[in-house]
């Protein structure tokens, strides 16, 4: 039976997002439906409701979820109802070129759930990153659900998968962090947090936080690094320089997405070294560098999408770090708030006030 239950919907451009009913159909072959538990609130979310990802409104927002398999459609085995899950928006296919070539984080053939969610009178929902889990239940394709232990806050579990993953993932996965070497993250908000606590955990001599603004950097010192920077008043390329002997980072994060962190990001890198884009640029975006520079300094830029993760080897390995102790996930959430507490939280992210709020069911 379909059933109907609260969501968190943005009805159209720039409008105010609003809880509304939905209807939630029976999963379909391949489907399940979550009961979520918890989702937080990520920019994309906002660049949905503002239509910057697109025109497709009504969108029922929300990805970053952790939540309990309720049932699941036929031919579903790798999960079932009663697995505790974290969502994922990439469901991967495993048989085009990249997922074959064991680059899945680059399939370009994910599955999303093929039934629509709707409102009541019908209209059917595009569901954020095809999750939309702002919602006491959704439908997504199995493939999505990956199942971790339980024994995990929800609100800590699910910014695994977003924005947290998107961090330690460039680190680990992107950057390959290794034993003693020193990292600078430049933007420390929660994906650059993220990124000094994979760095941290991959065995990082010296961590660098550079960031604009003080509060910030104070939470990076929290979350791991060694030494941070204010490049308000700062330049950050001679500071990261001064802080490793002359050289420059081993791996520098840029985790802000624009043509001027960038270009701190290339200077700011020991010869050899690496630049991990993970902050994401608008298509107006460009940056020149002269050729001569990329020539001589060499090394690696790499650009990281959704931490090059692949969420069933990543998810439970980090619950399970987190579980030991060896990170501390719960640290990310800043606020826990309800499904009507949505637009207010857009704002206090807009004024940088959290790292994430998240919503609890
Ligand atoms: N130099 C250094 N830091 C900056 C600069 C700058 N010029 N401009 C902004 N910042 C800092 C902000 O002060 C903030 O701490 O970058 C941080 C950005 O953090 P958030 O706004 O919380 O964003 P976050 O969720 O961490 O995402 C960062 O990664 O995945 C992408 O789409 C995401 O592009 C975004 C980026
Ligand atoms: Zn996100
Ligand atoms: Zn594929």
Redesign the pocket.
């Known amino acids: 039976m379909p059933q109907q239950v609260l969501g968190v919907v943005a009805p159209g451009r720039n409008e105010p997002v609003r809880v509304e009913t939905i209807t939630v159909p029976d999963p379909g072959p391949g489907e399940a439906v979550v009961r979520v538990q918890a989702c937080g609130v990520?920019?994309?979310d906002l660049h949905y409701k503002q239509g910057g990802i697109g025109d497709d409104f009504p969108y029922l927002l929300g990805h970053e979820a952790a939540g309990i398999v309720e049932t699941v459609g036929e031919g579903v085995t790798d999960v079932a109802p009663g697995d505790f899950v974290i969502l994922n928006w990439r469901a991967v296919c495993g048989q085009c070129r990249a997922c074959l070539r064991g680059r899945p984080w680059y399939c370009f053939d994910t599955h999303n759930a093929r039934q629509r969610m709707t409102l009541p009178d019908g209209t059917e929902l595009s569901p954020a990153l095809g999750i939309g889990a702002f919602a006491e239940k959704t439908l997504v394709h199995a493939g999505q659900c990956t199942k971790v232990d339980p024994g995990v806050a929800p609100a800590a579990a699910g910014l695994l998968g977003c924005?947290v993953m998107?961090g330690i993932g460039a680190a680990l996965n992107t950057g390959n962090v290794g034993r003693g070497d020193t990292v600078a993250v430049?933007?420390?908000?929660?994906?650059?947090d993220a990124a000094i606590v994979g760095a941290r955990l991959a065995g990082a001599a010296k961590i660098i936080a550079?960031?604009?603004?003080d509060r910030?950097l104070d939470t990076a010192r929290a979350m791991g690094a060694t030494h941070a920077v204010n490049?308000r008043d700062t330049d950050p390329v001679e500071a990261v320089r001064e802080l490793t002997g002359g050289y420059g980072a081993d791996v520098v994060i840029e985790?802000?997405?624009?043509p001027?962190?960038y270009a701190q990001a290339f200077y700011a890198r020991d010869l050899a070294g690496t630049v991990v884009l993970?902050?994401?640029p608008t298509p107006d975006m460009t940056i020149e560098l002269p050729l001569l520079d990329v020539f001589g300094r060499g090394g690696a830029l790499k650009s990281s999408w959704y931490g090059d993760c692949l969420p069933s080897r990543d998810f439970p390995m980090l619950v399970d770090l987190h579980r030991q102790g060896r990170i501390d996930l719960g640290a990310f959430v800043t606020e826990t708030i309800g499904l009507g507490d949505v637009e207010k939280a857009f704002a206090r992210?807009h004024e940088?006030d959290v790292?994430r709020s998240v919503v609890v069911l």
């Not at 430049?186 to 650059?192: E, M």
């Not at 550079?210 to 603004?213: C, P």
């Open positions: 990520c920019h994309t924005g998107a430049i933007g420390c908000g929660g994906v650059g550079v960031d604009i603004d910030k490049s985790a802000v997405g624009r001027e962190t993970v902050g994401v992210m940088g790292l």
